[in-house]
């Protein structure tokens, strides 16, 4: 299973990103899928997450700013991100998890500056 992440890149406080995670398989195979970040230095967090029969979940610092949702005849997942802040400069990977494994995408970078 191949997680392909793209849509990072250096944007303006306030301005709009939409990241892309292409899945190799069908994501109706993963139970849940998601987008995490990290900073250098610091532990991966979570961002956002689609959990199968459950819906979606935010970390409170991106909640009313950034929206999950996923293109199931794509296998893709997205993350639309508005309101965007130097604070959410960092890199930024995808995640997928079904019942054998856990998977992540290889990180796209986003920065936030004037």
């Known amino acids: 299973v191949q997680l392909q992440a793209s849509g990072g890149g250096l944007v303006q406080p306030g301005g709009s990103l939409r990241l892309s995670c292409a899945a190799s398989?069908?994501?109706?195979?993963?139970?849940?899928m998601g987008w995490y970040r990290q900073a250098p230095g610091k532990q991966r967090e979570l961002v956002a997450i689609?959990?199968?029969?459950?819906?979606?979940e935010y970390a409170d610092s991106v909640k009313g700013r950034f929206t999950i949702s996923r293109d199931n005849a794509k296998n893709t997942v997205y993350l639309q991100m508005n309101s965007l802040k130097p604070e959410d400069t960092v890199m930024y990977y995808c995640?997928?998890?079904?019942?054998?494994?856990?998977?992540w995408g290889q990180g796209t970078q986003v920065t936030v500056s004037s």
């Open positions: 995640n997928g998890v079904s019942r054998a494994a856990d998977y």
């Open positions: 398989v069908s994501i109706f195979s993963m139970n849940h």
């Open positions: 689609i959990i199968s029969g459950r819906g979606m």
